[in-house]
C-alpha cells in the first residue's frame, strides 16, 4: 500500500467537497468571503497593508460560467482556468484574497556578522528547517534588538503560517502560540490570514497545489524557488464555508492518523522481514540450512580443483600472487562456529575468490559500467577508454557507502573507478560466494577504511572464513536462497 498516494487521494476528495457531506445549515462560504473582505478593508482602513489596484470577485453567470470582475469594471470568463466542480456552498476565490503574504529578507539584509549569542534582548531568526521539521525550537541564530527593529517587517506572529522557499519548496508550518519573537529569514514566507479560523484548511491546499507544482504537466521538473508573488496570488482557492472546513480537517486528520499507524505497521514489518532474510543468509553460511549429505564429494577433492584454478589464473595473469598464496590453502580449524563434516572445510576467503584492478584498454566504444548504471537508474553513458571488463564478469564496489555490494555485468564495458574485478574459481558455485559475501556487507562496512570516502578493507575481505561445502551443497544452499529471496521481493512488492 503506498500511503503517500493514499494521503494523496483524501486530500484531493477534500478540496473538492467529496470527503464529507454538506450541510445545508452551513453559512455559505460567500458570507466567509464578505467576513475576510471586511477584516482586509479594516487593515488598509489602520494603514497597515496597501490597497490591492486588481481588487476582484470571482461569480458564476446565467450561462453556469466563472467570471471575474475587476474593481474597474472589466468581466473577464474564466471557466478555463477552473480545475474542478466543488459544491454550490462553495464558492472560488484567489489566494490573493485570503491573505498577506511577504517573503523573507535579500540574503545581504541578514549576514553571519550580525549574529549574537542567544539572550533575553536577542530575537530568534526563524529557518527553513523549522517549516520542514514544524518544529520552532530548531536553529540558533539570533540578532540583536536594533537589528530587529529594522527588519520588524519580516516579524512572525502565532498563527502565520511560515513556509519554505527554495530547495525543499512547499513545506508549511502554523506557528503555535507562544514562540519566541523573531523574524524569517530569506528562505522562508510568511502567511497572514485574514480569517485565522481557516488557517488548518488553508494550510492542506496550499501545501498541496505548491507541491503539485513541482510535477507540473508530468514534466518531473521540480521547481527550484516558490513562484513569483504575481503568479502565486493569482492561484485558484475552492473556499468551503467555515463549518464545513471544520469538519474536512478532522476527517483528514482521523484518516492520516489511521494511514500514519499502517505505515509504521508497514515499516515495523518491512525491518522484520529484513532481519529474518538477514538470520537465513547467516544460517546458510554456517551449514545449517540445509542437510549435509555424507556422500558428496569431499571438500578436500574441492580445494585441490580450486589450488589448480588460482594456479591456472595466476599463470594467465589474471591474477596475481605470492609465494604464500601459491601454497596449497590452509585449513581453519574453528570447531566453535561451524558444524564441519568430511565434505566441509573452513578457509580464508582469498582462497575462494580474488580482487583485481583489470588493465586501461581501448576496446572501441562501450558501456561505463558505473553504479547508477548497473542499478539501471540512468541511461548508458558510453566511453572509448578504460578498464576492460567481458560480460558476465563479477565486479564488487570498493568505494563509498555501499562498498562490498557485488554486480554480475550483462555486457562488455569498462568498469568504473570505484569497482575491483572479483574472480571466483569456475569449480565453486558464484552465487555462493556471493552470497556469503553480503552475509559479511555489515562487517566489511563497519570496519571499512577511509574518512571521506570510505573503502573496502581489503585486508579483512582476505581473511573472512567462508564456510565451503561440496559443490552440491552449495548448489542446494544457493537454490533455498534463490527461492526465499524470491518469496521476500513478492512479499515487498505486496506491501508497496
Known sequence: MDTKLLKQKILDLAIRGKLVPQDPNDEPASVLLEKIKKEKQELIKQGKIKKDK?????????????????ANGTIKNIEEEIPFEIPETWCWCRLKDLAIY?????????????????????????????AIYKDITIGNYFISKEKFNELKSFEVFPNDIIVSCAGTIGESYILPQKIPK???????MKITLYVKEMQCFYQYYFDMIL????????KGSAMKNIPPFDILKKYLFPLPPLAEQERIVAKIEELFAQIDRIEEEKQSLLKLIDRTKEKVLDLAMKGKLVEQDPNDEPASVLLEKIFEEKKKLAKEG??????????PPKISDDNDYYEKFKSTHVINLENVCFLTKPSIQEMGVLPYLEVKYLRNQIPVKLIDKGMFIISGSNIILVDGENSGEVFKTNENGYMGSTFMQLIIPQCIN???????IN????????NKKGSAI????????????????????????VLKLDNFNNLIITIKAELS
Open 54 to 70: 486588481n481588487e476582484s470577485i470571482i461569480f458564476v453567470g446565467d450561462d453556469k460560467q466563472h467570471y471575474e470582475k475587476f
Open 102 to 130: 511577504k517573503k523573507g529578507p535579500f540574503g545581504s539584509s541578514i549576514t553571519k556578522s550580525m549574529f549574537v549569542p542567544k539572550s533575553d534582548n536577542s530575537y530568534k531568526v526563524y529557518e527553513q528547517k523549522n
Open 182 to 188: 523573531g523574524i524569517i529569514n530569506q528562505a522562508l
Open 211 to 218: 507541491k503539485s507544482k513541482t510535477n507540473e504537466d508530468g
Open 318 to 327: 589474471k591474477i596475481k600472487l605470492s609465494k604464500d598464496e601459491l601454497l
Open 430 to 436: 558464484q552465487n555462493y560466494v556471493k552470497y556469503f
Open 439 to 446: 552475509s559479511k556487507k555489515s562487517m566489511l562496512k563497519n
Open 454 to 477: 570510505p573503502h573496502l578493507n581489503k585486508e579483512l575481505f582476505k581473511i573472512l572464513n567462508i564456510y565451503l561445502p561440496s559443490i552440491n551443497e552449495q548448489n542446494k544452499i
